[in-house]
């Protein structure tokens, strides 16, 4: 990435690669992520079908000033 960059490799030998450290830390959460969304799917369990529209059959409102629920 940065090759023959006298200070790049400076700031590396003094402080580690950090850009390196941060992506590989990155891909290990998003792997970790990507296990924790799918629980089913990590035990052999079809994945549950989802409506095609989520938002449909209910909808949002707001509340009029001093009303209470």
């Known amino acids: ?3 023959d960059s006298p200070i790049y490799d400076r700031l590396i030998s003094e402080r580690g690669d950090v850009p390196t450290q941060v992506r590989r830390e990155a891909e290990r959460v998003s ?3 990507e296990f924790v969304m799918r629980p089913l799917q990590a035990f052999g369990a079809p994945p549950a079908e989802r409506p095609a529209n989520p938002g449909a059959g209910w909808q949002r409102s707001a509340l ?3 009303s209470q629920l």
């Open 1 to 3: 990435m940065f090759q």
């Open 31 to 33: 792997r970790e992520l």
């Open 64 to 66: 009029p000033p001093g």
